[in-house]
């Protein structure tokens, strides 16, 4: 009777033992990993956006943003060094001008261009201005939205010479 019995529970305990597990695994992938669902990812944008706002000459590296802020440029890098170290593949800094004639000239706000994130062809922009963050965000959206806001119309992505034009 006493070997039946054994057998009786012995898979239920084995199911209920592999469900623990499998929640755990899952619990440490959600957070460890970045996708855009993540809570952890949203909040690290979140945490970037929130960060002051300084000018810097040129990008800054992560460590010197968290200590101080920083701008457009600082924010793009620190989000993808963030994206990437989570496994995250597909990022890449991406940056607007506005080209006309085949000359750079300011935006309608005075400045020369803009940096953020492209992440599997989702935008992210951790701007401090909460109506200019974009969190997987759609390029076209975005691309309209930065051509009346700004005038920008030319999109460079990393690491290209030719910019093209939206």
Not at 54 to 62: A, D, F, R
Not at 79 to 97: M, R
Not at 108 to 137: A, I, K, L, M
Request: overall charge neutral; some cysteine.
């Amino acid at each position: 009777m006493k070997k039946i019995m054994e057998n009786k529970w012995t898979w239920p305990l084995i199911l209920i033992f592999l469900f623990f597990i499998s929640m755990g695994a899952g619990f440490y992938i959600s957070t460890s990993m970045a996708f855009p669902q993540n809570p952890s990812t949203h909040l690290y944008f979140k945490k970037i956006c929130n960060m002051p706002y300084i000018s810097t000459p040129g990008p800054q590296p992560p460590e010197v943003f968290w200590q101080q802020g920083g701008n457009c440029d600082d924010r793009a890098l620190a989000l993808k060094t963030y994206l990437v170290s989570k496994g995250a593949v597909d990022v890449q800094i991406c940056w607007v001008c506005r080209m006309e004639n085949s000359e750079m000239i300011p935006s309608y706000d005075g400045s020369y261009g803009h940096s953020f994130v492209v992440w599997s062809n989702r935008v992210y922009n951790p701007s401090v201005n909460q109506s200019r963050q974009f969190y997987d965000g759609d390029i076209q959206e975005f691309q309209k939205f930065l051509k009346e806001l700004f005038g920008f119309n030319t999109w460079y992505f990393e690491n290209q010479t030719v910019g093209t034009y939206f």
